[in-house]
Structure formats: structure tokens, C-alpha cells
């Protein structure tokens, strides 16, 4: 009763205070583009248009066209590509087509391609393009577009927000792109998920971003919190975030709860395999972070010593998907080692099926920014 009392509390008192909505100059008065890492570590894709003409420039600046539906791209070693039959010695090339959609492996990409060379034998691409449409296709890279449209725009603020700290952060940098379309940074596959209702949460709420300190706030934000939001300095050392919150509105995602077990050999074997020899497992326990309902370290003893591995390096090694926050029990049972957790994710900023789970009790997408983001405001940039 007194858990929920304090929910009820904190919930209320963070609404009250609204949002604050101006302007600046600190911020572009049109939407800018965005330089997208959608591709890493390729040795070959092959490029489809619906018509043909695509365009490539390379780093001298020396532009070839080719009238055809399909490119075949190729490493051939560093600063060094195969375009079909032609060899093009360069580091980087630029890609453009008259109808500025083109297709690699069934995933659609709008605007330009960069492709730049990354090693010996592979590439990355960048997909570069308006800012504002590569947040309709995080839609439903991230949630669904199924989803309340309340949760639908906080999703895109938080999206544009996120993008608009990364491209303050490149600004004065020389990496080739500005954000990657991983779980690293925000999952963006591309434009074929674009649909009606991503595009009208994208609309309704453009050029709207948080700000701290008039600039835009990292907004972090994750799939499930478990009921509990995180400090981000414990989820990245030296990072800042926005004030925990505790949330039962993600109760009902099915991301609440979660078992993983694996075989005690299998086990070892995987922590072997990332440098951490084992030999003959006895027990398995955790050291809680301070403030948090989440583990900073998992004790693991062997006949030999106890040793010592973050819990965020346990989820990197047994898969995100498996072990898929760091809020967890963990121990041994019927030779095996048998994880218990909450939540999916980091757990830092919006809670996605929390967002969800506001907007299915009738609170705008306003209310959900400030619930999550409660020491920024909301301001319109363009």
C-alpha cells in the first residue's frame, strides 16, 4: 500500500509542474538532415532502384552514371571498390538516384548513400536524409505504430531529441555519420516500415525537442523498465540523465518478466569463450548498485578463485535477448545456471510500454515526456 501511495505521489506532483514550451535561435529553423550508420562490416551488397540512373561520386569528386536497376558493390581492399565491372579506387562514395529510394536486402532506404570504406576488406554505409523522415521510420523500428498515438508522439520527440543532442555532439567531429540505426543509438531499419500513423505522430509534434540548459537532452529511453527507472551514470560511466522515476505503468508489457537457464558446461564454456576461464563452477551471486534495484558486478566462484564480471559485460556475453536487463536474480538450480529478471534494457529515461501504458490511461504524449524527463522542457525549434 505505502509503494503504491508513493507512486501515486511522485506521479501527481511531476504533472503538476507541465511543460514549458519557447523558442531559440540556438536550434536550426528547418529541419535538418541526419547521416544514418545503417550497414557495418559489409564485404558486398547489392543496390536496387525501381528504375534505373543511379549516380556515384567519388572522393575526387568524379561522378559516373549507370543506367541500370541494380549496382553490385564489392571491397576489393582498402580505398579500393568493385562497382559491377569497374574498379574505383577511393575511400568513400556517394550515391544518389532521381528518385532517391533504393533497396539493400529488402530494406528501403530513402535520400542518399554513403558508402565509405572501414578496412581492408569492408565497408559501412550511411544513409543520409532529412531529419524529420528518419524519425517515421523509427516508429515501428522501435515500437509499433499499433500502439496509442499518445505513446506514438512521445516516442518521436524522444527520437528527435536524441538525434538533435547526437548532431550537436558531431557538429565539430570528422566521423562520417552522426548516429548509428543499432541499439547502440536509436534501431532504424529503414523506410519500408513507414505508414500513416508514424507519419501524423512525426507531424503533429514537429521540430519538438527536450531541452536542458537549452540544449537538447540525451534522452535516453529503453523497452521496459521493470517498475523502476535508472540513474544513467550507472548504466555509462560519466553519463548524465534524467531523475529516476518509479513507474507501474509498463505492468502489463510482456517485457516485465523474464527467465533465462542455461547448462552449468554451456555456461562456462560461453564465459571461456570471452575470456574468462572457469573451471568447476560453485556459486553464482551479485553485488546491487547503490540506489537501484539493478547489479553492478556477477560473483562467479570456481574451485580455483571468485571472479569478478560486470553485469552489463554478462548481458553483452549471453545475449541481450537472453539476459535482457541487469535487474536480476541469478543462481545455480538443477545444473544449471538460472537467471530471474525484470524489464528489458539499460532502463535510463522513457520507458517504452510505459509510455504505452500512460497513453492507454488517457495521458497525452506531454504528460509521458514529463514523467520521464521531469528536469527538462519541451521546446519548439521549427
Not at 505513446?151 to 528527435?160: D, G, L
Request: with cysteine.
Amino acid at each position: 500500500m505505502r509503494f503504491q501511495l508513493l507512486k501515486t505521489v511522485m506521479f501527481s506532483a511531476l504533472l503538476a509542474s507541465g511543460l514549458t514550451f519557447f523558442s531559440s535561435d540556438v536550434f536550426p529553423s528547418t529541419p535538418p538532415s541526419i547521416r544514418v550508420q545503417v550497414l557495418d562490416q559489409m564485404t558486398e551488397i547489392i543496390l536496387q532502384s525501381s528504375s534505373p540512373g543511379f549516380v556515384v561520386t567519388d572522393d575526387k569528386e568524379k561522378t559516373r552514371t549507370f543506367k541500370k536497376t541494380q549496382l553490385h558493390l564489392i571491397a576489393e581492399g582498402q580505398n579500393r571498390f568493385r562497382l559491377d565491372s569497374k574498379l574505383l579506387t577511393s575511400g568513400f562514395l556517394k550515391i544518389t538516384h532521381p528518385l532517391s529510394t533504393f533497396t539493400i536486402a529488402h530494406r528501403t532506404f530513402h535520400g542518399t548513400l554513403l558508402i565509405a570504406s572501414a578496412s581492408e576488406k569492408t565497408f559501412m554505409v550511411i544513409n543520409e536524409l532529412p531529419l524529420e523522415s528518419y524519425l517515421v521510420g523509427i516508429i515501428n523500428s522501435e515500437i509499433s505504430s499499433s500502439w496509442p498515438l499518445e505513446s506514438i508522439k512521445a516516442q518521436a520527440v524522444a527520437a528527435r531529441t536524441y538525434a538533435s543532442a547526437t548532431l550537436d555532439r558531431t557538429k565539430q567531429s570528422s566521423r562520417l555519420f552522426d548516429i548509428r540505426g543499432t541499439v547502440d543509438d536509436q534501431v532504424y531499419h529503414g523506410t519500408h516500415l513507414d505508414d500513416a500513423r508514424s507519419a501524423n505522430a512525426v507531424k503533429a509534434t514537429a521540430g519538438e525537442v527536450l531541452v536542458k540548459a537549452k540544449k537538447p537532452l540525451m534522452a535516453y529511453y529503453h523497452s521496459c523498465c521493470g517498475g523502476q527507472t535508472e540513474h544513467a551514470h550507472n548504466a555509462w560511466e560519466h553519463s548524465h540523465g534524467p531523475p529516476t522515476v518509479i513507474d507501474h505503468f509498463c505492468e502489463k508489457s510482456p517485457k516485465l518478466t523474464w527467465e533465462y537457464r542455461i547448462p552449468l558446461h554451456a555456461f562456462e564454456q560461453l564465459l571461456r569463450k570471452n575470456g574468462h576461464a572457469m573451471k568447476g563452477l560453485l556459486d553464482i551471486s551479485t553485488t546491487q548498485l547503490p540506489d537501484s534495484p539493478r547489479n553492478s558486478l556477477v560473483l562467479i566462484t570456481d574451485q580455483d578463485r571468485l571472479h569478478t564480471i560486470s553485469a552489463t559485460e554478462i548481458r553483452k556475453i549471453f545475449g541481450y535477448q537472453n539476459i535482457r536487463s541487469t535487474w536480476f536474480n541469478v543462481g545455480i538450480e538443477n545444473g544449471a545456471a538460472v537467471f530471474a529478471g525484470r524489464g528489458y534494457g539499460h532502463g535510463v529515461g522513457m520507458c517504452q510500454w510505459g509510455a504505452k501504458g500512460m497513453a492507454e490511461a488517457g495521458h497525452n504524449y506531454r504528460d509521458i515526456l514529463k514523467f520521464y524527463y521531469s528536469d527538462a522542457e519541451l521546446m519548439k525549434t521549427y
